[in-house]
């Protein structure tokens, strides 16, 4: 990503939004003080990008409340080597936070105007190592498969088998499971060998994930 000056609005997100509330990781933080949310988020809510909210980026789709990005890819425990699937693009902002953390990272939106603008803005911002791809995410990425890691930015009635089986061995993948209206449980899959174990956490609430095998549009 090409450099920026320090940005204050990002420092205070981090402090109070994300540091605050547990988060850990110094390479998480650091990657979202480093990414300009603002850039991300269309011109007539900027003044909104910092909040402690999601924010509306169009097609009934949202940019993910900071925290909620910052604890799903902490969950993820990226170390820099890693090659990352992202379902739901949206705005591009998580893709480039990962894009900080990891070496590869494909990012499927099937929103054709979404994924178009967030290439754009991935582009304009030096994220070389980001690859935005139009198309059902519920069926993953089969031909850059399989990913140390991947993150659904959408809720899931189930685990989406197809993302499960694209898992690397030693690989987590990372998704908001339950009804497409109220409070969904962020659960991480781990894969180890043929054995996937689950891990339920914290309570979100995402926008629902549409494709095959999830909600219908």
Do not use: K
């Not at 003080?33 to 007539?44: E, I, K, L, S, W």
């Amino acid at each position: 990503m090409s450099a920026f000056p320090p940005n204050p609005d990002a420092e205070r997100m981090v402090r109070f939004q994300t540091e605050s509330r547990g988060v850990r990781d110094a390479r998480v933080l650091d990657a979202m003080r480093r990414v300009p949310r603002d850039r991300f988020v269309p011109a007539g809510h900027r003044a909104d990008a910092w909040a402690d909210r999601p924010v509306p980026i169009g097609h009934g789709q949202t940019i993910s409340q900071p925290f909620m990005v910052a604890l799903m890819t902490e969950a993820l425990g990226l170390r820099g080597s890693e090659r990352v699937l992202e379902v739901g693009t949206g705005s591009g902002y998580q893709a480039a936070v990962l894009g900080e953390l990891a070496s590869e990272v494909f990012t499927v939106e099937r929103i054709a105007e979404l994924a178009g603008t967030a290439a754009r803005t991935l582009e304009d911002l030096g994220c070389a190592n980001v690859t935005v791809v139009i198309g059902d995410g519920c069926r993953g990425l089969a031909e850059h498969a399989p990913f140390d890691a991947i993150l659904v930015a959408a809720a899931a009635p189930a685990v989406p088998g197809a993302l499960r089986d694209q898992l690397a061995d030693g690989g987590i993948l990372v998704v908001p499971i339950g009804e497409s209206a109220g409070v969904q449980v962020l659960t991480m899959v781990r894969r180890e060998g043929a054995r996937f174990t689950i891990e339920e956490g914290t309570g979100c609430r995402f926008v629902p994930l549409i494709g095959e095998g999830a909600f219908d549009a």
